[in-house]
C-alpha cells in the first residue's frame, strides 16, 4: 500500500468518524420496541411503527418481537443486562410482578400531561393498569374468551345458534348433537387446554381461582365439583367423539405448534372452538374466504346466573424504567392508542381498541368478523363476571408444573379421576402458594 | 539445588511469556466458563427468577428436587430409558454401517459422504422438524401404513407408549460422528490378523468376534463415554418433536430444566438441577474408565 494510499484512507475514516458525531448531535431519537404476538400482529405492527417514524421523522425505531413463551425469555434476560426495550408489551397475569420489581415507569404524569391522552378511554378500561394506585400500562384493546361457532356447520346440522346465555347443558346438547348429524367434532381441541374450564367456572359461581392478594386459592373445598363435573363433561364428549382426545388434539390440531392452520375450526371438523375473542379473526383468516363464523358467550353454569366471561385487557404497552427516552415513548403510545390510521392497519387484532373515536371508526368500515367482534365485546361488556385480579407471580409455576401435567394431560390419558385430580390440584397450588 | 538469582528471574519471565501467550484462552476460559460455572453453583443454593437478586435458600431446590416434585423424576426416568436404548442402538448402527464402508470398492468414497450427510444436519433443527412430519398422523410412516393395507392410525408423536420411541429412533440414525470413528478404528485393524484368521479356518463370524471387536475396544470405549454424555443431555429433539408431551414421557432432563430456567424463571432450581445432571455424568463416566480396565484392549501394553 503506497503511503498516498494509507493517508486517502485515513481521511476517510475521519471523515466517517466525524459524520458519525454530526449524526448523533441531530438529535436522533433511537425508541426500541417489543412485542410478542402471531405473524398477523408483526407485521401490522411493523407497519405502523414505519408511520410513526415518517410522521416523526427525528425518531427511529428498532423492535423485537417473539411467540410469547419465548418473549418472556427475551424480555427477562434483557432486564436482568438493562437492556430492556423503551416500550414493552405486558400481559395482565405478569405485570404485578414487573411493578413489583421496580421495571415500569408510572405514566400518569404523561396522562396528566397530555402526553399521553386517554381522555377518549373509559375509567374501567384505564384502570385496569393500574397498580398501587398509580398507571403503569395501557391496555391495548379489551378482550373476552368466546366460543367460535362455525355458522354453516350448525345451519346444515339444523342445530339453532346458542343464546347468550345458554349453559354448560346446552352446550353438552350441542356439541353431541353436531357430532351425531354431521360426524364432526362439536367442539374442537384447545378447551381443557388453557384454565379455561377451572377459571371460568368459578366465575360463573361468582368465585375467584386466586384471592385479590394472590396468597392463597379464591375458592374452598365445595367448589371443587365445578371443576371435576366440567372435566367428566368433556371426559363424556371424547367417549362419544364430539371431541378430539387429547392425543389427537396433540398430532392432529397443532397443539403443540400453535398453528392456526391446523385447528379443528378451520380445517372443518370441528362446529365449535374456544378462542380469546382477538384471536377469532386470525382464525377466520386462517379458515380462508366464504365461511361464516358468529361469536357467543362462554357457557354459564346455570341460566340467568353469571356467565363465565370477563372483559380482559388483552395486553398493555408499558414504558420501562430502564428506557431514556421516557417521554417519546409515552408519545408513542399515545399514537398507538388514539391514530385512527395506525388502528386501520392493527384491525383489532390486539383486541376492541380503548379509544372512542377509534373504535367507532373501526366498527364501521369492519368487515363482518371483525364487526361481530365489535358486537360481542358490547355484549360482554354488559354481562359479565367481575374482572378478577390479576394473576399471582406463583400462577406460572401452578400452571405449568401443576395445572398442565394434571389435568391436560394425565386426566386426558386416563391415568387419574377428575376427582382425584382436582384434589390434588388443591393441595400441590396451596403447597406453592403458601411457600414463604 | 541452588538457583541464581539470574536464572530463577529468567524463568519467571518464561513463565510470563508463557501465560501471556495462552492469556486469550486464560480470558476467555476464566469470563465465559469459570464464572458462570461457580455462579451457577452459587445459584443453585438460591431462590432467583433474575429479575430480582438471589435469594439464599440453602438446599431447599435440592429438597424439593428429590422429594417433592414427581415430574423431575418422570424427566429423569424418562432420560435414562431413552440413554439405555438410544446409546447402544446408535452405536450398533453406527458400527454396522462403518463396516459395511470399511470395504474396498468403487465408489466407496461417494457411500461414505452420503451416509455420513445425516449427522451433518444431524442435531439440527430442521432435522427435528421433519421427523414431526414423518411420524405425524397424516405423515409418512402413516401414509405407508396405509398402502400395505394397515390402518394408519397410530398418533406416533401423542401415544405414551411410542412417542419415546420415535425419539430412540431419531438418535439411531443419527449415527454419523461415531460411525466415522468406528471406521477410523477399524482401518488401523492390521489386516494380517483377518488373513492368518482364515487360513486358521475362522469364519466371519468368529473373526468378527474375536479380532474387530478386541482391537475396537479402545475406539468402542471412547464412543461409549461421548455418546453417553450425549445421550444424558438430549434437548432439541424433544423440544421440537414431542415438546417433552404426551404425559411427559420425552420430558428429558435438560428439556426440564429449560422450563424451569427459562419459561418458568426459577433459575435456582435449574443451576441445581444441571450440577446434579454434572455430577451423575462424571460418576457414569468415572464408573466405565474404572470398569475400562478389565475389556479395554490395548496393543501397547505389550501383555
Not at chain 2, 20 to 25: D, K, N, Q
Amino acid at each position: 500500500m503506497t503511503k498516498r494510499m494509507t493517508a486517502a484512507l485515513c481521511a476517510a475514516a475521519f471523515a466517517l468518524m466525524s459524520f458519525g458525531a454530526w449524526a448523533q448531535s441531530s438529535q436522533k431519537v433511537e425508541l426500541k420496541i417489543a412485542w410478542w404476538g402471531s405473524q398477523v400482529r408483526h407485521e401490522a405492527t411493523i407497519k405502523v411503527i414505519e408511520l410513526y417514524q415518517k410522521l416523526n421523522p427525528n425518531v427511529s425505531i428498532t423492535y423485537e418481537f417473539a411467540s410469547f413463551d419465548d418473549y418472556w425469555t427475551k424480555v427477562t434476560t434483557m432486564a436482568a443486562g438493562g437492556q430492556l426495550p423503551d416500550v414493552m408489551q405486558q400481559d395482565y397475569s405478569r405485570i404485578a410482578e414487573w411493578q413489583k420489581r421496580g421495571l415500569l415507569e408510572p405514566l400518569d404524569s404523561y396522562v396528566s400531561s397530555k402526553t399521553l391522552n386517554l381522555s377518549d378511554v373509559a375509567k374501567p378500561i384505564i384502570d385496569s393498569g393500574r397498580l398501587d394506585g398509580k398507571l403503569y400500562a395501557v391496555s391495548l384493546g379489551s378482550n373476552s374468551y368466546s366460543m367460535m361457532l362455525d355458522v354453516d356447520a350448525f345451519k346444515k346440522a339444523g342445530v339453532p345458534l346458542p343464546a347468550q346465555d345458554w349453559t354448560w347443558n346446552d352446550f353438552e346438547k350441542v356439541a353431541m348433537k353436531i357430532h351425531e348429524k354431521l360426524g364432526i367434532y362439536g367442539i374442537g381441541g384447545g378447551f381443557e387446554v388453557d384454565e379455561l374450564a377451572w377459571k371460568s367456572t368459578l366465575l360463573s359461581a361468582g368465585k375467584t381461582m386466586y384471592t385479590a392478594d394472590g396468597k392463597n386459592l379464591g375458592y374452598d373445598q365445595s367448589y371443587d365439583r365445578l371443576l371435576v363435573d366440567n372435566l367428566k363433561l368433556l371426559q363424556r364428549l371424547i367417549k362419544a367423539g364430539a371431541a378430539p382426545t387429547y392425543a389427537e388434539y396433540l398430532a392432529s390440531f397443532g397443539g403443540s405448534s400453535n398453528n392456526v392452520q391446523l385447528d379443528a375450526i378451520v380445517t372443518g371438523k370441528s362446529a365449535i372452538e374456544a378462542v380469546w375473542s382477538n384471536q377469532v379473526v386470525a382464525v377466520a383468516k386462517a379458515a380462508g374466504p366464504g365461511r361464516n363464523f358468529a361469536v357467543v358467550h362462554l357457557p354459564r353454569l346455570k341460566k340467568g346466573g353469571t356467565p363465565g366471561n370477563f372483559l380482559k385487557p388483552s395486553q398493555f404497552f408499558s414504558v420501562t424504567s430502564q428506557s431514556k427516552n421516557k417521554v417519546e415513548a409515552a408519545k408513542f403510545i399515545d399514537f398507538f392508542t388514539n391514530d385512527l390510521e395506525a388502528n386501520k392497519i392493527l384491525n383489532a387484532e390486539r383486541g376492541v381498541p380503548i379509544a372512542g373515536k377509534v373504535r367507532a371508526a373501526l366498527k364501521e368500515t369492519a368487515e363482518p368478523v371483525n364487526k361481530e367482534i365489535f358486537n360481542y365485546l358490547d355484549r360482554v361488556s354488559k354481562d359479565a363476571a367481575p374482572t378478577p385480579p390479576p394473576e399471582p407471580s406463583r400462577h406460572a409455576d401452578i400452571r405449568n408444573n401443576v395445572y398442565v401435567p394434571l389435568i391436560r394431560e394425565q386426566v386426558f390419558y386416563g391415568q387419574i379421576t377428575p376427582e382425584d385430580a382436582v384434589k390434588q390440584l388443591r393441595a400441590k397450588a396451596l403447597e406453592i402458594l403458601l411457600k414463604p | 539445588m541452588r538457583i541464581s538469582v539470574a536464572a530463577r528471574r529468567k524463568n519467571a519471565l518464561n513463565d510470563l511469556s508463557g501465560y501471556l501467550f495462552i492469556s486469550p484462552w486464560l480470558v476467555g476460559f476464566i469470563a465465559l466458563t469459570l464464572a458462570p460455572l461457580l455462579a451457577s453453583l452459587y445459584f443453585s443454593f438460591t431462590n432467583y427468577d433474575i429479575l430480582s437478586p438471589a435469594r439464599w435458600t440453602g438446599l431447599e431446590n435440592f429438597k424439593k428436587m428429590f422429594f417433592n416434585d414427581p415430574r423431575y423424576w418422570k424427566s429423569v426416568k424418562a432420560t435414562l430409558y431413552y440413554a439405555v436404548f438410544a446409546v447402544p442402538l446408535r452405536l450398533g448402527v453406527a458400527l454396522a454401517v462403518a463396516m459395511f464402508l470399511n470395504r474396498k470398492r468403487r465408489g466407496i468414497a461417494a457411500y461414505r459422504a452420503l451416509f455420513y450427510a445425516p449427522s451433518i444436519v444431524g442435531d439440527s433443527v430442521a432435522v427435528a422438524v421433519m421427523w414431526r412430519q414423518i411420524f405425524g398422523g397424516e405423515g409418512l410412516i402413516n401414509a405407508c401404513m396405509r398402502l400395505v393395507g394397515l390402518p394408519g392410525k397410530t398418533l406416533w408423536l401423542a401415544d405414551p407408549r411410542f412417542a419415546i420411541w420415535t425419539l430412540i429412533l431419531l438418535a439411531a440414525w443419527q449415527f454419523g460422528s461415531a460411525m466415522l470413528i468406528f471406521l477410523a478404528g477399524l482401518k488401523q485393524i492390521p489386516s494380517e490378523l483377518y488373513e492368518s484368521a482364515s487360513i486358521d479356518g475362522a469364519g466371519k463370524l468368529r473373526q468378527f468376534a474375536s479380532i474387530t471387536i478386541p482391537m475396537l475396544t479402545p475406539i468402542i470405549f471412547f464412543n461409549l463415554v461421548m455418546q453417553m454424555i450425549n445421550g444424558l443431555i438430549v434437548f432439541t429433539p424433544a423440544l421440537i418433536i414431542t415438546n417433552g408431551q404426551p404425559l411427559d414421557t420425552t420430558n428429558f432432563y435438560a428439556l426440564y430444566m429449560y422450563r424451569r430456567a427459562f419459561e418458568n424463571f426459577q433459575m435456582g432450581y435449574a443451576s441445581g438441577m444441571a450440577w446434579i445432571l454434572m455430577v451423575v455424568i462424571a460418576g457414569l463416566s468415572a464408573l466405565i474408565f474404572k470398569t475400562s480396565g478389565r475389556w479395554v484392549f490395548y496393543e501397547s501394553e505389550g501383555r
